[in-house]
């Protein structure tokens, strides 16, 4: 009788040997995959759009109107820790929309923007020189060459750029100088990212 009340209880161990063993399965069967946060450069503006949707508080703006204060700030690698931009009406010029809300330690390459104070609602006005106000946004993208995606997205980028015909412009060489300018009488309404923000929460 011992052997025969103690088989139930061994079957039951078994089977739930089985299924934390079950691949992509996490305790409680959560997939594992879940739980990563990680994020790769995606390395083109080819349906940026696509990726980075919109949000409602996205304002249109003329980027040829950004005439006001110009800030500079240079980058020494990617990337720069600025989540998204916009485009103009138009799809010409570049607005930056959101910014990590923090530097995780000195050099930290997503600090970048937060240490430079590079806020939301700038224009981006000139890469290494090259006047880009009123650019075609998706060739302001790739010489930015600063977006930070899920490494899901591989596949639907490199889609992305063969369905353009190429990338529209090479990534512009670091040391990246580049200036901001303001619109005057803009009222940014975006969200600004604040120090407890983690990639998790997008």
Known sequence: MAVAQRRPILALCLAGTVLC?????????????????????????AEYQERQSPRDADLPFDAAAATGD???????KRPFGIL??????GDKGAMVQEVIGKSRYPGDPQGQGFAAGVKGGWVVKTINGQDVQTEDFNTVMDLLDDEVADPRFSKSVALAIEKQ???????????????????PGYEWKGEVLGADWEPAHR
């Open 21 to 45: 063993l079950l691949p992509g399965q996490g305790f409680v069967g959560s997939p594992a995959g879940r739980l990563s946060s990680s994020r790769v450069v995606a390395r083109v503006g």
């Open 70 to 76: 110009t800030v500079d700030v240079s980058f020494k």
């Open 84 to 89: 998204r931009y916009t485009p103009g009406n």
């Open 165 to 183: 015909g190429g990338r529209k412009a090479q990534p512009a060489e670091a040391p990246i100088a580049i200036t901001y300018a303001t619109i």
